[in-house]
């Protein structure tokens, strides 16, 4: 069984006074254990309301979503969310924030403490514990978000353009720490983004959409083997990837302009 399934999933928003928008139409994905699957799509494609979807924030027009085997209702603490705005607790410090979901959970002070700074220790923050998120870099605070995530042990973690704020340079560092990560966790991700070499750098499978209304048009499997470094971005196979996405989102940028 996969962990996540959505199965023929539509979305149509009904604004009063205003035309009918269909966001996701007749969308079916399975999402396997221990993956990291990434969907990529142009602006406007809905790729963040699927993933709303899967967080329990919205609700399908029709449709089901089942997270091992059960159905999606509402927000749960068995899936962690990271999106692309701080959203931090900015009265709480850093090792606040990330002890928070455990804290809530009702364990035990020494237990929740040492999954705070096991998780700050994994995003490299050690020493930043008592600084609170208006005192930190945007990589910094971002981290922070992963760290706080994680330490709720989500059976599946996902990203709305995480680091889509970030410059190049920290958005690289920061790939190449979720990788280090997701490596060590194991954690199932459903990762969204519109960036082509951040889709192929990251994912085991690319799904790219099709312009609203949404829908998927082709999933790649990349074949390029772990663990992967900055090298893998002018191999052969990662710009044959690329190629072949770019000109999948190519078409789709067109027919929307057109419609």
Not at 31 to 59: D, M, Q, W, Y
Not at 60 to 71: A, F
Not at 196 to 207: M, P, S
Request: some cysteine; aromatic content about 6%.
């Amino acid at each position: 069984m996969s962990l996540l399934s959505i199965q023929d999933v539509t979305v149509r928003f009904e604004p009063k006074g205003k035309p009918v928008v269909l966001a996701l139409d007749n969308v079916s994905l399975n999402v396997e254990h221990n993956t990291f699957s990434v969907i990529v799509g142009p602006s406007g494609c809905g790729k963040s309301t699927l993933l709303r979807l899967v967080a329990g924030l919205e609700t399908p027009t029709s449709g089901r979503l089942d997270l091992d085997g059960k159905p999606i209702l509402g927000p749960s603490a068995d899936r962690g969310m990271v999106f692309q705005s701080y959203t931090l607790f900015p009265w709480l410090t850093v090792r606040e924030n990330v002890m928070f979901g455990p804290k809530l959970k009702g364990l035990p002070k020494s237990e929740y403490e040492d999954i705070a700074d096991r998780f700050i220790a994994a995003v490299h923050l050690k020493g930043f514990e008592k600084s609170y998120p208006k005192e930190l870099s945007g990589g910094m605070r971002q981290r922070v978000a992963l760290a706080r995530a994680l330490a709720n042990d989500p059976r599946i973690l996902l990203m709305d353009e995480p680091f889509g704020a970030l410059d190049s340079q920290t958005r690289q560092l920061m790939q190449e720490l979720l990788l280090e990560i997701w490596q060590e966790q194991r954690k199932t991700v459903l990762f969204i983004t519109h960036d082509i070499d951040e889709a192929v750098f990251l994912g085991d499978e690319v799904h790219v959409m099709s312009a609203r209304p949404g829908r998927f048009k082709k999933t790649l499997s990349i074949d390029i083997g772990r663990p992967r470094g900055i090298d893998v971005l002018t191999s052969p196979a990662f710009m044959e990837y690329k190629r072949e996405i770019l000109s999948l989102m190519h078409d789709e940028a067109l027919r929307a302009q057109m419609a």
